[in-house]
T-cell receptor, first 117, second 114 residues
Framework: DQQVKQNSPSLSVQEGRISILNCDYT??????FLWYKKYPAEGPTFLIS?????DKNEDGRFTVFLNKSAKHLSLHIVPSQPGDSAVYFC????????????????FGQGTILTVHP | GAVVSQHPSRVICKSGTSVKIECRSL??????MFWYRQFPKQSLMLMAT?????????EQGVEKDKFLINHASLTLSTLTVTSAHPEDSSFYIC??????????FGPGTRLTVT
């Protein structure tokens, strides 16, 4: 049961253009979302997050949009740079889940972004 | 800040032996540490959650007697794969949290069981 889905396994973009990475979720209890970037043979690094009380959060070249009614979020990277080439994971959390579920993240399958010079 | 180290980065062991992987938070106190496993081209699968000083909570389908987790201090958690078999070969990643939902990940450990 994949509660967080990234339906595009890969995305190829020209340097300088916008990269849009998409993520859908099915669990309506999720109310906090994060994006991570991962290079091969390394652990993921945190990029940006958004709470369900917002529909947009921006940090430099990275913007995350959240559409709660559609259970959909997206990460926009503008302008894209070759160094952005990596696997991008979205993750979701239910911040009202207590006990042993506190702090747990559910990850999507990841999208491989390739930015061409 | 928020650096997590993992050791070793790569390990090859023979079937039937045990392997210990260490996860350390270098510049913060990790109230919670998580252990994940990643298969090629797949998502990060949470194996277990550990809080300092208490027993780990394992996800459904993860054998707690095979994957022993110890979280003895606020900066160190260990995962021991006992009686390893080739099917345990995988990329194991730990993460640490200061009590928020932002997890900081280690660089991962590539385990190969021959």
């Amino acid at each position: 049961d994949q509660q967080v889905k990234q339906n595009s396994p890969s995305l190829s973009v020209q340097e300088g253009r916008i990269s849009i990475l998409n993520c859908d979720y099915t669990n309506s209890m999720f109310d906090y979302f994060l994006w991570y970037k991962k290079y091969p043979a390394e652990g993921p690094t945190f990029l940006i997050s958004i709470s369900s009380i917002k529909d947009k959060n921006e940090d430099g070249r990275f913007t995350v949009f959240l559409n709660k009614s559609a259970k959909h979020l997206s990460l926009h990277i503008v302008p894209s740079q070759p160094g952005d080439s990596a696997v991008y994971f979205c993750a979701a959390a239910d911040t009202n889940a207590g006990g042993t579920s506190y702090g747990k993240l559910t990850f999507g399958q990841g999208t491989i972004l390739t930015v061409h010079p | 800040g928020a650096v997590v180290s993992q050791h070793p980065s790569r390990v090859i062991c023979k079937s039937g032996t045990s392997v210990k992987i260490e996860c350390r938070s270098l510049d913060f106190q990790a109230t919670t540490m998580f252990w994940y496993r990643q298969f090629p081209k797949q998502s990060l699968m949470l194996m277990a959650t550990s809080n300092e000083g208490s027993k780990a909570t394992y996800e459904q389908g993860v054998e707690k007697d095979k994957f022993l987790i110890n979280h003895a201090s606020l900066t160190l958690s260990t995962l021991t794969v006992t009686s390893a078999h080739p099917e345990d070969s995988s990329f194991y990643i730990c993460s640490a949290s200061e009590g928020t939902y932002e997890q900081y990940f280690g660089p991962g450990t590539r385990l190969t069981v021959t």
